[in-house]
C-alpha cells in the first residue's frame, strides 16, 4: 500500500536569544534582553509563514550564553522526537547566536539527521528599527522544507552553512557567521535556496542514549589558550580543581610555550585527556607522533564537544 502523506510540516523549536529579545528603546542593538518572546509570537511576526504548515515548540527560553548539558539534552531529545514523524519535512530551532556554533555540533555528532535541522537565530532584538530575526527566521523555513538539504545546518543572513564550518565571526555586525575553513553551502534569496556546495556525507549519530547521564555526571572539559608568556599554572589550578578534559586554543598549528606544554604533559600523566586546537579562526592542526594529540580541523569550541562525547562514551 503507498502512503499519500506529504511531508511538509515544519516544526519551530524555540530556545530563547536575541531573536526573542527585546529592549524599552527600538533605537537599541544593545540595551535589549534576550529570550523574552515565545517562539509562537516569533512565527505571527512573519506574515508569510501563514501560508506555512508549521507547529512550535518552547524547548527552553535563554540566553544562548547560559545554555546547559540539560537544555542539550532536552532539545536533542525534542528534535529526534519530531524527526520521527513521517509528516515533519524539517525542523527550525530559534536559538541566540553566542553558542550557536556549539548546539549545532552537538546536535549534528548526537543525531546526524538526514532531514534538515536548521538552526536560526538574530543579531538585532525583536524591538529593533532594523531587526533581522523575522527574515532569518523566513529563510530557515525554506531551508527546512528544501528537498536538497539535510543534516545540522545554520540559516543566518541569507546563508546556510553547515554544524561543523560556521562560526560566529563578528560581535556585533548582522552578517555574523561565516564558513570559517570552508565554503558557505547555500545562499537564500526570496525563499529560493540557491545550493553553492555539496553536503559532506556525515559520521554516524551517536544517539540519544549516548548523552542520557544526567547532567551532572557529565565529564568535566575546559578550554584554555596559548599566548605570550602562558605558563602552566591554569593546568595546575584545574587539576587541583578536578578536570577530566582539556582543549588547548594553540597558537598557529597548535603550538605551545614550553611550560604550558610541560604542565599539559603532566595532566595526561595523571590520566586527563588533553586535545591540542589552534585559536586560529580557521584551519586545522596537523597531527605527529611526539606531540599532544590534535583535534583535527575543529576549532576549540567544537573540539571541546567531541572530547565531551568521548568521554562520555568511554565512562
Ligand atoms: C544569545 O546568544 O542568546 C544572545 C546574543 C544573541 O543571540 O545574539
Redesign the pocket.
Known amino acids: 500500500m503507498t502512503s499519500d502523506l506529504i511531508a511538509d510540516l515544519v516544526v519551530i523549536l524555540g530556545t530563547?536569544?536575541?531573536?526573542a529579545?527585546t529592549a524599552t528603546d527600538a533605537s537599541d542593538n544593545v540595551g535589549y534582553t534576550?529570550?523574552q518572546l515565545g517562539v509562537a509570537q516569533l512565527v505571527s511576526a512573519v506574515p508569510s509563514l501563514a501560508a506555512r504548515r508549521l507547529e512550535t515548540e518552547q524547548v527552553a527560553q535563554?540566553?544562548?550564553?547560559d545554555m546547559d548539558f540539560a537544555t542539550w539534552q532536552l532539545l536533542a531529545a525534542a528534535v529526534a522526537r519530531h524527526l520521527a514523524r513521517p509528516e515533519v519535512s524539517g525542523l527550525v530551532i530559534t536559538?541566540?547566536?553566542?553558542?550557536?556554533e556549539e548546539t549545532a555540533w552537538f546536535l549534528q555528532r548526537v543525531l546526524a539527521p538526514a532531514k534538515p535541522v536548521v538552526i536560526t537565530?538574530?543579531?538585532r532584538p525583536a524591538t529593533a528599527l532594523q531587526k533581522d530575526g523575522p527574515q532569518n527566521l523566513l529563510d530557515a523555513v525554506a531551508v527546512a522544507l528544501d528537498p536538497g538539504a539535510s543534516g545540522v545546518l545554520v540559516a543566518f543572513g541569507g546563508s546556510v552553512h553547515s554544524a561543523g564550518q560556521v562560526r560566529k565571526v563578528h560581535s556585533y555586525r548582522v552578517d555574523?557567521f561565516a564558513s570559517a575553513d570552508g565554503a558557505r553551502l547555500a545562499a537564500v534569496e526570496e525563499g529560493q535556496v540557491r545550493w553553492l556546495a555539496r553536503l559532506s556525507p556525515a559520521e554516524p549519530p551517536l544517539g540519544l542514549p549516548a548523552i542520557a547521564r544526567p547532567a551532572a555526571q557529565w565529564p568535566r572539559v575546559q578550554i584554555l589558550l596559548n599566548h605570550v608568556g602562558a605558563d602552566g599554572g591554569i593546568v595546575r589550578a584545574l587539576l587541583a580543581q578536578g578536570v577530566d578534559g582539556l582543549v588547548v586554543a594553540g597558537t598557529g598549528n597548535g603550538t605551545l610555550s614550553n611550560a604550558l606544554e610541560a604542565a599539559l604533559r603532566e595532566a595526561q600523566a595523571q590520566g586527563v585527556r588533553v586535545v591540542r586546537s589552534t585559536r586560529c579562526d580557521a584551519g586545522p592542526v596537523t597531527s605527529s607522533a611526539d606531540a599532544l594529540p590534535s583535534a583535527g580541523a575543529s576549532g576549540p569550541v567544537k573540539a571541546r564537544i567531541d572530547l565531551l562525547l568521548a568521554l562520555l562514551d568511554e565512562s
Open positions: 530563547g536569544g536575541t531573536i529579545g534576550a529570550a535563554l540566553d544562548s550564553k536559538h541566540g547566536t553566542d553558542t550557536l537565530a538574530a543579531m555574523a
